[in-house]
């Protein structure tokens, strides 16, 4: 029995790429989306990927990607419009006869959060399971140990600090990049089990944020200490890191339930385990790769680069959710006061169209 191809959209992202590399290793033929041809591309196609370059908002981009596919792997971009693109998408599912889409979600997803994402991430799911004739399953993640806390890794090696805008006593059980997309994967070798379900995977154990510090301490072989940052300057630093100004725009409101306790509701569980036989990765685990990554491999050269860059924090442009994330410019067409064309201009690429955005 051959196979049925599943179309894996960001595929060069996070997610996108470990759920296009595990397809692969099982044997499943996949069909890679990505908004442009680079080096990972290129690399996903060595692996024996198909490669295709689409938009994520374009019903007729998407169509043509989904055709001789069944089954689709859904990562919305950060985008103020990814409500446009989850619709581009299910109408594409429907006029090409898609059977199933696993869709990756939030664990704090609502019709009443105050971020616009996590808005915008509910409604995605209500109308993908409202799509007759396909199945729809959620994977709905907290914050991933991969991103925030393991991002500041470089700073731990070096300096021995691990700079993040919440409380030490913060708890958290946070997943793998690579366990959130086993359990995609495992809904997408099996549809009929996980159709209309939503599933959150964790990791095995709750820890603070003042623990989290105290095992990475252990990894890099010196103490390192959790520095609670004021948000607008982890705001310039993920601004400097390229950081959508989506994404940072719902960053404030996802600290503050982090604070209140929203991500040990319900944390740890088996998800991982139910779904994939096997144990989620531990935090431990994942700060070790995150440690042998060269920015975090400690030379004098590298630490002298980690050193400066987080002396230049402070001094760098800052990020006002309200200045900065003008969702759209609509400039009216002189030849009729009725006709409007909505761009969203990201101010990290002045004079561009930010239609593509990277994948989780």
Same mark, same amino acid.
């Given at each position: 029995?051959?196979?049925?191809k599943i179309?894996v959209?960001?595929?060069?992202g ?5 759920i296009?590399?595990?397809l ?24 024996g990927a ?10 007729g981009?998407?169509?043509d ?13 950060y ?7 989850a ?5 594409a599912?429907?006029?090409t006869? &898609?059977?199933?889409i696993v ?7 609502? %019709?009443?959060? $105050? +971020? *616009? /994402? ?7 799911d ?8 396909i ?7 907290g914050f ?6 393991l991002?500041?890794m ?13 409380s ?19 809904? &997408?070798l099996?549809?009929?089990r996980h159709a209309?379900?939503?599933?959150? %995977?964790?990791? $095995? +154990? *709750? /820890?603070?944020?003042?623990e989290m510090?105290?095992?990475?301490g ?12 004021p ?11 390229g950081r959508?100004?989506f ?11 982090n ?5 040990a509701?319900?944390a ?15 935090f431990?685990?994942i ?6 990554? $060269?920015q ?5 050269r590298?630490?002298?680069?980690v050193?400066?860059?987080f ?9 006002d ?5 003008i969702?759209?410019?609509?400039t ?9 064309r ?5 101010p ?6 930010a ?6």
């Amino acid at each position: 029995m051959i196979n049925p191809k599943i179309l894996v959209t960001g595929a060069t992202g996070k997610t996108g790429g470990a759920i296009v590399t595990q397809l692969l290793a099982k044997g499943w033929p996949v069909r890679a989306m990505v908004r442009g041809r680079d080096a990972r591309s290129d690399l996903l196609q060595r692996r024996g990927a198909e490669v295709v370059v689409a938009d994520i908002f374009d019903p007729g981009q998407l169509m043509d990607a989904m055709r001789g596919v069944q089954r689709a792997y859904y990562c919305p971009p950060y985008h103020p419009f990814v409500i446009q693109s989850a619709s581009a998408f299910a109408a594409a599912a429907r006029e090409t006869g &898609l059977e199933q889409i696993v869709g990756l979600s939030q664990w704090l997803a609502g %019709p009443n959060h $105050p +971020a *616009l /994402l996590s808005r915008q991430h509910w409604l995605i799911d209500r109308m993908f399971e409202a799509l007759p004739n396909i199945a729809y399953t959620a994977v709905t993640p907290g914050f991933f140990a991969d991103s925030p806390y393991l991002e500041m890794m470089p700073f731990a090696a070096h300096l021995g600090v691990l700079p993040l805008p919440v409380s030490g006593e913060s708890r958290n059980a946070p997943p793998s990049v690579d366990d959130v997309a086993r359990v995609a994967v495992a809904a &997408l070798l099996d549809p009929a089990r996980h159709a209309g379900k939503a599933y959150r %995977p964790t990791g $095995p +154990a *709750l /820890l603070t944020v003042t623990e989290m510090a105290a095992i990475i301490g252990q990894i890099v072989g010196h103490k390192v200490r959790h520095v609670r940052t004021p948000l607008w300057m982890f705001y310039k630093g993920a601004k400097a890191l390229g950081r959508e100004p989506f994404l940072l725009s719902g960053l404030r409101y996802w600290f503050q339930d982090n604070e209140r306790g929203a991500f040990a509701v319900g944390a740890p569980n088996d998800t991982v385990r139910e779904l994939t036989g096997k144990d989620a990765e531990d935090f431990e685990t994942i700060a070790r790769r995150h440690a042998a990554l $060269p920015q975090s491999r400690q030379t004098f050269r590298t630490r002298l680069t980690v050193f400066a860059n987080f002396l230049a924090v402070p001094i760098l442009p800052g990020f006002d959710p309200v200045r900065d994330l003008i969702p759209w410019r609509t400039t009216a067409h002189k030849s009729s006061p009725c006709r409007r064309r909505h761009v969203w201009r990201s101010p990290t690429r002045t004079g561009r169209r930010a239609t593509g955005v990277r994948g989780h």
